[in-house]
């Protein structure tokens, strides 16, 4: 018995909504789960991910644990991987939810979306990637203990977005380090303030709104600076007209949106001739989430 989940690419913090908003991408991963064998076997991916600490299998022991039900013997085979590691697109929210959604059908646990967010945020930590993978779109999310509240909010189809793609990692845990263990009163609530506008922002299309919206003093001034290229970047981006831009999830992406195509063709060839070893990736907002195909 198996079955394949997809499970799509997110970006978190989306500029001030650090640690609370998230975006679902039409940018996916696709495992395969089969029950059967002596022992657990794992393919598609790199060597290193082959082995226990597969947060796709992680995902799996949780739902099988939260219902009650022994280790069984499985299969996982990669059979896409368009999301990039460590590069803040929410590639270990996929896995996680990925092994939930697997173990859920497989069993027939009868998981409802709620149950499997809440295990997917006790393993991640957080909810933020966890909730736009499982459910799709934009979403805010945050904790009540240990159960995930939830929002979904509309996104205006006149957004263009693009990732762009560095050729260099930037671990989460390494970004979460750069972060300062307190930050002002005048901080917290400049990003509050444009939290709230940015959902309104991107639900109108407002993109002279966006740009403002955008700005953040929580996370981005200090992980900027873990980015080789990323202010070059950056220069470009506003040089080519676009404006409203942020790191994705933890980095090392960068997020840009506008409602003018020509305006991200001009960044595309600006970054190809200046950083060639950036991906410059157009985005679709992906509204499903996490799926049986």
């Known amino acids: 018995m198996s079955v394949r989940i997809r499970v799509p690419a997110t970006s978190a913090n989306l500029g001030p909504g650090f640690d609370c908003l998230g975006m679902a991408w039409q940018l996916y991963n696709e495992m395969e789960f089969a029950l059967g064998g002596a022992e657990l076997r794992i393919s598609g991916c790199p060597q290193r991910c082959a082995n226990r600490e597969n947060l796709a299998y992680q995902g799996y022991l949780a739902a099988l644990k939260a219902a009650g039900l022994p280790e069984e013997s499985l299969e996982i085979r990669f059979v896409r991987t368009d999301i990039p590691i460590s590069r803040g697109l929410g590639s270990s929210a996929a896995l996680t939810v990925g092994g939930i959604a697997a173990a859920d059908a497989l069993h027939g646990l009868?998981?409802?979306?709620?149950?499997?967010?809440?295990?997917?945020?006790?393993?991640?930590?957080h909810p933020d990637n966890a909730a736009p993978a499982l459910l799709g779109g934009l979403t805010a999310a945050a904790m009540e203990g240990e159960r995930p509240v939830t929002a979904a909010y509309p996104v205006h189809p006149a957004w263009r977005f693009a990732a762009l793609i560095p050729d260099t990692p930037l671990p989460t845990k390494k970004a979460r380090q750069a972060l300062p263990e307190r930050v002002s009163r005048e901080d917290a609530v400049f990003n509050l303030s444009r939290t709230a506008l940015l959902l309104r922002a991107l639900s109108d299309g407002d993109e002279e709104l966006l740009r403002f919206a955008m700005a953040d003093r929580l996370h981005q001034p200090y992980r900027f600076p873990l980015i080789p290229g990323g202010e070059k970047a950056r220069a470009f981006a506003h040089a080519c007209g676009i404006e409203a831009l942020c790191i994705s999830g933890a980095g090392s992406t960068l997020l840009c949106a506008a409602r003018e195509e020509d305006r991200l063709a001009r960044l595309q060839s600006a970054l190809k001739a200046a950083l060639p070893a950036w991906q410059f990736v157009p985005l679709q907002v992906d509204e499903t989430g996490a799926c049986v195909l």
């Open 110 to 125: 009868g998981l409802s979306r709620q149950d499997m967010l809440a295990l997917a945020a006790a393993l991640e930590g």
